[in-house]
């Protein structure tokens, strides 16, 4: 697939919160887990800090990746959503990950995705927590859109 094939296929085959609503919403971390069981669970690989409430999140999360970057940390900042571009949400020291790592990932994953049938935002944490393992990180910064319930 080309990467934009790969952005095609997650927007149009995956549940997104956007555009279908609740029914997108998972009350389990079971998809998320087995994602990340079959990519060896990167996430037990680094430290995190997971940052959640109503206002605040994504100022909070990028304030934080500036001051630990400055001091020296590899940090990832995952976050979502995007504003213009996919690769917006999954970054490396402000460096978006790379169109052929998303498509790698989406292509390595394609057997389990259609078998457990994960949302858009299960496959993008999984795609994050791999690609920050991968990229030996030091530290990562979760802000995802919907922190609580």
Known sequence: MTYQQ??????AQLPMYSRIGAAAYKEDLHNTIALCNAIDNPQTKFKSIHIAGTNGKGSTSHMLAAML??????????????????RER??????????????????????????????????TVAMAFDYFEKSKLILLLLKPALAAG
């Open 6 to 11: 790969t952005i095609d296929y997650l927007y």
């Open 69 to 86: 970057q400055q001091a020296g940390y590899k940090t990832g900042l995952y976050t979502s959503p995007h504003l213009k571009d996919f």
């Open 90 to 123: 999954i970054k490396i020291n402000g460096e978006m990950i790379s169109q052929a790592f998303v498509v790698d990932f989406v292509e390595r994953t394609k057997t389990v995705s259609d078998e457990i049938k994960p949302s858009f935002f299960e496959l």
